[in-house]
């Protein structure tokens, strides 16, 4: 072994690492909400990346499975959902018992008890299990058939897709709560065993009241930031509440967007202006979309999917929804009337033509503007927001209140419009907007866009002491798409 003074002495080299980037918000992100009680309100919302993984836990019968299935039987598929809990009714209190292993799912440590017993609280009450004899079970769920002949006021049961035993209230509300189990002073204590004791099982989850939609919604918000489309999976919501969750979305400081779909037959009749669609219209709501659907009442789910799958960071990626298909929905054969009424409330459909093809028609928001362009600019807003935040936070020395610095800023927000150029989003054109800096109205976006920052001679003292950057302006340049089309033809014999 080498020995003697350390080299620092004479070469001292210290590594300094950079902090990982902060990542972009991912706009394929939907959250469907529903009221099955799968995911209790402490837990709110889970993360599901194949349809498989929400049957074992929903069932297939589930309005959550049905609207996830809708999603994910898009081509391409989208990469991933989330499923959020909604206590449309008061929620019964429960206690998860702790992840049984495979040596712990034994049937022969079961068997081997006779006289079970355990104490647990219910509804702030004490009982007591006694007597619970397993010798004759053959699986986990005799155990708890078991052990429910003794106990009352809740009931226990196995979930084989948890692998653990639960304890539920019989009761509902926030007075419905379940504690941990412990040993009783007689018999074989069996609250370890199924899991129930403070050393295994997790954090007791108590009832709550009934919520309203829009509060339930205001919950998913707040445990999560990682959705950006929503969609309830319930069939029969009140307008009002639809109305009340999608001003939520709308003024909300987290860009998001609301799906809905109607079945309302009146929506086809443009003399009737109470339905949703003309409702939502009336307001004007960026971020809000409503499609009819006489089969289905989760076809927005499907409408999701397809735009989901757009990678903003790839090339030429970008899409429009019209002329997309929608796996799993029925195409409604309309009328020109019906079909028009539909588009003068800016509903979208996935509606039959007589070249016996079927296309979502037209795939705008509740305000006219098309999804793919509320879409795409959520996306630009966010990855600008993005790249300029890492730009100050990775940065090893500070960003120098100069023109300098002001051009590393300008020259991070010009390679996030590259990109969103290489992705279809913004493409060259004419700019018909006020101008600014050396832009003017008429000019030709050569690049697709245009971003400029004035000198910081010119900066305000009171900003430049708060230590504020100078205002960057940008201006953008749509691609858009093309939706129809005219072609005349001109016969000379």
Do not use: C
């Not at 081509?75 to 959020?84: K, N, S």
């Not at 037959?265 to 979309?289: C, E, H, M, Q, W």
């Not at 999701?304 to 054969?333: C, H, M, W």
């Amino acid at each position: 072994m080498a020995k003697g003074l350390s080299v620092s002495n004479v070469v001292n080299v210290t590594l300094n690492m950079s902090p990982m980037a902060a990542p972009r918000r991912n706009f394929g992100a939907l959250l469907i909400a529903g009221a099955s009680p799968v995911i209790d309100i402490a837990e709110r919302i889970r993360r599901y990346t194949a349809i498989d993984g929400i049957a074992q836990d929903f069932g297939t019968d589930a309005p959550e499975y049905k609207a996830a299935s809708l999603f994910f039987s898009q081509a391409p598929r989208p990469a991933e959902v989330y499923i959020g809990r909604w206590a449309r009714v008061a929620t019964a209190g429960v206690l998860h018992g702790g992840v049984r292993s495979v040596a712990q799912q034994e049937i022969g440590a079961f068997t081997a008890v006779t006289a079970g017993s355990f104490k647990i609280a219910v509804d702030g009450a004490p009982k007591t299990v006694s007597g619970v004899d397993l010798s004759a079970v053959t699986n986990l769920n005799g155990v708890a058939t078991a052990v429910n002949a003794k106990l009352t006021g809740a009931v226990i049961t196995w979930d084989s897709a948890s692998n653990r035993f639960d304890v539920t209230s019989a009761t509902s509300g926030v007075s419905s709560k379940i504690g941990y189990g412990s040993a009783h002073s007689t018999g074989t204590d069996i609250s370890g065993l199924l899991g129930l004791d403070s050393a295994h099982a997790s954090v007791p989850v108590d009832g709550a009241d009934a919520e309203a939609l829009i509060d339930g919604v205001r919950a998913l918000a707040d445990v999560s930031s990682e959705w950006y489309g929503l969609l309830i999976a319930a069939g029969d919501l009140p307008d009002n509440d639809i109305l009340a969750t999608a001003e939520f979305i709308e003024v909300t400081g987290h860009s998001r967007i609301f799906g809905v779909t109607t079945q309302d037959s009146r929506s086809l009749d443009a003399s009737y202006a109470l339905d949703i669609g003309s409702r939502i219209k009336a307001l004007n709501y960026r971020n809000t979309f409503v499609q009819y659907s006489s089969s289905s009442p989760f076809a927005a789910a499907s409408l999701y999917g397809r735009a989901f799958t757009v990678d903003f960071t790839g090339n030429r990626t970008t899409i429009t929804l019209k002329f997309k298909q929608e796996p799993g929905i029925v195409a409604e054969s309309l009328t020109e009337s019906q079909a028009a009424a539909l588009h003068s409330k800016n509903i979208n459909v996935f509606v039959r033509y007589a070249n016996d093809t079927a296309i979502i028609q037209e795939g705008v928001m509740a305000n006219g503007y098309f999804f793919d362009e509320v879409h795409g600019t959520d996306w630009l807003k966010d990855a600008v927001q993005t790249d300029v935040f890492n730009l100050l936070y990775q940065s090893t020395t500070k960003i120098p209140q100069t023109d300098e610095g002001t051009h590393r800023i300008v020259t991070t927000i010009e390679t996030t419009l590259v990109q969103a150029v290489n992705n279809g989003l913004v493409a060259p054109g004419v700019w018909l907007a006020d101008g600014f800096g050396q832009l003017r109205t008429g000019d030709t976006l050569a690049k697709g866009f245009y971003v400029y920052a004035p000198p910081v001679s010119t900066q305000a003292q009171a900003d430049r002491e708060a230590r504020k950057s100078v205002p960057i302006q940008v201006a953008a340049k749509l691609a858009g798409a093309i939706h129809s089309t005219n072609v005349m033809i001109n016969i000379n014999r």
